[in-house]
């Protein structure tokens, strides 16, 4: 928000709007959501090392073993998440929009500069597995989204609630749970 207003710029000029599709952005925010969480605890964390894979052993230590550890990982995810979607979709990609114009090569670069540092800014979700994740979901999947839909609100909403799921998952699989596969 304060970058919103250090740019001038309001939430509706982000791209966040309310309107007659806020219901439709939601459900399909929340399919994307869900597809992309099945995906990742169903076939890929499996196949690619389950409990000790890195960027699962280093969300389980920022969660934390207690109720209170989780919700405030969520919040947090929430409100980064928030920020990054406002920030790498409606600012980054509208700005090279705007530079590029709209060929199939803008748009293509368009979709692959925030792809490509939104996975690179991940890194620290356990080297390039996590980013490899990181990019497909939050690069690729939803600068398309936003490409395809024009408005942010169901990338915010896809990108909150794939760290809600992530985050509940990871804490009751691989904390609370004590699982080790």
Not at 118 to 126: E, N
Not at 149 to 155: A, E, I, Q, Y
Request: glycine share 14%; charged share 10%.
């Amino acid at each position: 928000m304060a970058g919103l207003r250090v740019a001038r710029c309001r939430l509706a000029d982000a791209g966040f709007t309310l309107g007659d599709e806020a219901a439709r952005d939601v459900a399909l925010g929340v399919a994307i959501a869900a597809v992309w969480a099945a995906l990742q605890f169903l076939v890929l964390i499996p196949l690619t090392g389950g409990a000790e894979r890195a960027d699962v052993v280093v969300n389980s230590e920022q969660i934390g073993t207690t109720l209170g550890g989780l919700g405030a990982f969520v919040l947090l995810a929430w409100g980064g998440g928030f920020a990054e979607e406002v920030y790498f979709r409606s600012h980054l990609m509208t700005s090279l929009r705007g530079l590029l114009g709209t060929s199939r090569v803008a748009r293509a670069v368009t979709v692959l500069v925030p792809t490509l540092l939104f996975a690179m800014l991940h890194g620290y979700q356990g080297g390039w597995v996590g980013m490899l994740d990181t990019g497909a979901f939050g690069g690729l999947t939803l600068s398309l989204l936003f490409l395809w839909k024009g408005r942010l609100l169901p990338c915010v909403v896809a990108h909150a609630m794939w760290n809600t799921i992530a985050s509940v998952v990871i804490f009751t699989l691989y904390q609370a749970g004590g699982a080790t596969g």
